[in-house]
């Protein structure tokens, strides 16, 4: 079968990858049908991001059943699905605390796409475990945003927002993390929510989608109102996420909290860079900063908003500018990402 | 009567301080009997703290009510009472997320003791909604905790320890904030608590507190067990408060964390102090750093922790190293606190 996979030397098409076989009693195969790219896969083609060497890429995946091994009950062959990156082994430290990516025998070190293979390939092995089952109005392609879903919705556990009326919200980065935050947000009540995007086009992109309650900002414009605002103890933001990994956006972020605000990372920085930051201002304004990285029990309930989102008419992502690829025009798909042609690509490994 | 103000150049004694009237029909005269003094008050002595230029210091009062305003329902002369140090105005964003600290309308950092009169004097004036009753089983000094045991419960909340059984705990500094954290943790059943403290003696102090699971180490050996654990993702600590605000401790504090592990600072730092953190490991490694400050409506919930501890016989204070002083004697108390000589230093007016 066709695979796209890691090497040393970055990405490269495998056209003759063994299809996978079953690997215990609980093992699925899948049929892929959509995978998306993430700025992770992005990382990985530039050697920041920890994978095995030869993995097969992709972990934003749906598909269809293709087999089931013997001891499978809960799926039927041609059923669609979606499926779960990585999960913990729910029966240590860290599992019983809701943070099972940093399981020790599961998490990070089972993750589809990074150390498993991944959906950049026709067909995949995964455990039953990891599959969700998805209704038929939800396009394989929305289907396989319920990975990046899920990991948006976790910063909401490690970066509560106190109050939907009243709180102050600020997004740095208009990408498609940032646009897809904005629009969870949005359509949950959040009232005050603003988004930082460098671009004009995209600026522009995001205006014509029309949201409510939405402002959009260049940088250096908000920049600016902070530098106009630095004697007001009361301006500010109560929720900064940060999903641009921009060490200058990041300091920034910190700048822009208000008393008892917090910063959550999700984008990812780079590995060698340090921020300066004033502990003084931090402690006695209470201010927060936290990582969000991923929580894998929370894979269903991210299925489940997807699913929201689709029928309430919020996922239309020709509004965003998206496009399909096949498995051959990866690098295509990778490039247009790159220029800014898109912002978000999926490739559809059955076509 | 006799008070002790701050002036610009540090701490005086007045001995003909006018006795408090009442200022609104909820006013309450409260006769003080012990007035703790904190680490807030010495920056204040030293210069380093806000506060009213003339005001009476000290916030960690407990007393008798001696004469109440008109409009004052529930407190009669001769109640025994503790003192809240602020009051958020319940009408704004921040009072409405309970962060009345930050209070738009009455700019809720402790107000006794800084901008109005506190209590390091025989007798103090304060609202009626700062008033709270104790019972008789608790001491006068016992009370006078409540204030700083409602921001060390705040530091706890915020460190947000997930499994009491099995998250691994670090309080940093031994000296009586660490100390009463310490108490309080070990008393609602956390059971890997490690305190690190530098000095020797303290380290033997706390050892014949005889505390259930607590381990004392020197900062020293605390590095070096890190050091000699590095590459090891799982060594480390869940949560880590800091009562120091020791820039250093801070620093290697942090490289303590295990993943997903969350640092609070509880002890406040100098003005300019700033570190430098890896954004990259505490991203992928959903690491957390939080300041904790106080909150004024936890007060209600430190005077019941207090009245527990106090029960459990776990308010020892004079096992800890305190002692308690005349307001004449201010001087000295404020002295031996600062040369270490005792950890906890009451004034009984």
Known sequence: ?351 | MKAVRVTSDGLHLDRNAQIPEFEHEHSVIIKVAVAGICGTDINIKNGKGRCKDGAIIGHETSGIVHAVASGVQIFKPGQRVAIKGTRGCGNCYFCSVRRSMYCKNRRGIIYYGTTRNGGMAEFMVVDDADTYLIPDDLSFQGASMTEPMSSLIRSAYIASIEDKDNSKVLVIGGGIAGLNLVNYLDFIGVKHITLTQRSENRRKLIANLKFKNVTVLSDTELHSDYLQNIGDQHWGFDNIIDCTGNSEAIENGIKYLRPAGKFVMYGVPSKDFSININAFDFMFREKQISGALVQPNDFEDALNVIIKLSRAGRLNFHNYGAKEYNLEDFETAFSDLESRKIIKAFILP
């Open chain 1, 1 to 351: 079968m066709k695979a796209v996979k890691y090497g040393s030397d970055g990405l490269y098409l495998d056209r003759n990858a063994p299809i996978p076989e079953f690997e215990h009693d609980h093992s699925v195969i899948i049929r892929v049908k959509a995978v998306g790219i993430c700025g992770t896969d992005f990382d990985i083609k530039k050697g920041e991001f920890p994978v095995v060497d030869g993995v097969i890429l992709g972990h934003e995946i749906s598909g269809a059943v293709h087999k089931i091994a013997s001891g499978v009950t809960d799926f039927k062959q041609g059923q669609r699905v979606a499926i779960n990156g990585t999960r913990g082994c729910t029966n240590c430290y860290f599992c019983n605390v809701n943070k099972s990516m940093f399981c020790s025998k599961g998490g990070a070190s089972k993750y589809y796409g990074v150390v498993r293979n991944g959906g950049f390939a026709e067909y995949m092995v995964v455990d039953d475990a990891d599959l969700c089952a998805i209704p038929d109005d939800l396009s394989f392609q929305k289907a396989s945003m319920s990975e990046p879903m899920s990991s948006l919705l976790h910063i909401l556990d490690v970066a509560p927002i106190d109050d939907k009326e009243q709180s102050k919200v600020l997004i740095i980065g208009g990408g498609i993390a940032g646009l897809n935050i904005l629009n969870y947000l949005n359509f949950i009540g959040v009232k005050n929510i603003t988004l930082i995007q460098r671009s004009a086009h995209r600026r522009k992109l995001i205006a014509d989608m029309k949201f409510k309650n939405v402002t959009v900002v260049s940088d250096t414009d908000l920049h600016s109102e902070y530098l106009q605002n630095s004697g007001n103890p009361g301006w500010g933001f109560d929720n900064v996420i940060d999903c641009s990994g921009n060490t200058e956006a990041i300091a920034n972020g910190i700048k822009y909290l208000r008393p008892a605000g917090k910063l959550a990372l999700y984008g990812l920085p780079s590995k060698d860079v340090s921020i300066n930051m004033n502990i003084y201002d931090l402690m006695v304004l209470e201010k927060c900063i936290t990582g969000a990285l991923y929580q894998v029990n929370n894979f269903k309930e991210g299925v489940d908003v997807l699913i929201e989102l689709s029928r309430a008419g919020r996922l239309d992502f020709d509004n965003y500018g998206v496009k399909d690829y096949t498995l051959d025009d990866y690098e295509k798909a990778f490039n247009d990402l790159t220029d800014r042609k898109i912002i978000k690509a999926f490739i559809l490994p059955s076509t």
